[in-house]
Nanobody, 124 residues
C-alpha cells in the first residue's frame, strides 16, 4: 500500500501553468501505475492522465492532450502533472491515484489508493 499526498494546486490566470506533485510513501511506488483525476463542482470525477509503472507509457484525456504532461520519478516516489495553457474549465479538485492492476488506467474504479486532492482554480 502507498499513501498519497498531492500538492501544488492554487489560483492561476487562464493561459498560465501549474505543476502538481503527488508524493507517495512506501517502498513499492515503482510497482504502481499512477493516474490523475479531477472533479469540478456538480460534476462527476473524470480521468485526466495516467502513467505506467516505469513511465514508459502515458495516457491523456482528449480535453488535456497537448497541454498537460504526466511524469514520474520513482527514485523520489513522486508523480507530477505539468499543466500548461490552463483554461477556466480546468478548475477542479485534482486527485492522484495508484493501482497495481494492469490496464484500464483511465477508469477510476481500477485505482485502489487515492490522495486527498488539491484545488486548482483558473480565473478567466
Amino acid at each position: 500500500q502507498v499513501h498519497l499526498v498531492e500538492s501544488g494546486g492554487g489560483l492561476v490566470q487562464a493561459g498560465g501553468s501549474l505543476r502538481l506533485s503527488c508524493a507517495a510513501s512506501g517502498r513499492t511506488f515503482s510497482n504502481y501505475a499512477m493516474g490523475w483525476f479531477r472533479q469540478a463542482p456538480g460534476k462527476e470525477r473524470e480521468f485526466v492522465a495516467a502513467i505506467s509503472w516505469s513511465g514508459g507509457s502515458t495516457y491523456y484525456a482528449d480535453s488535456v492532450k497537448g497541454r498537460f504532461a504526466i511524469s514520474r520519478d520513482n527514485a523520489k516516489n513522486t508523480v507530477y502533472l505539468q499543466m500548461n495553457s490552463l483554461k477556466s474549465e480546468d478548475t477542479a479538485v485534482y486527485y492522484c491515484a495508484g493501482t497495481l492492476r494492469a490496464g484500464l488506467w483511465m477508469v477510476d474504479r481500477e485505482y485502489t489508493n487515492w490522495g486527498q486532492g488539491t484545488q486548482v482554480t483558473v480565473s478567466s
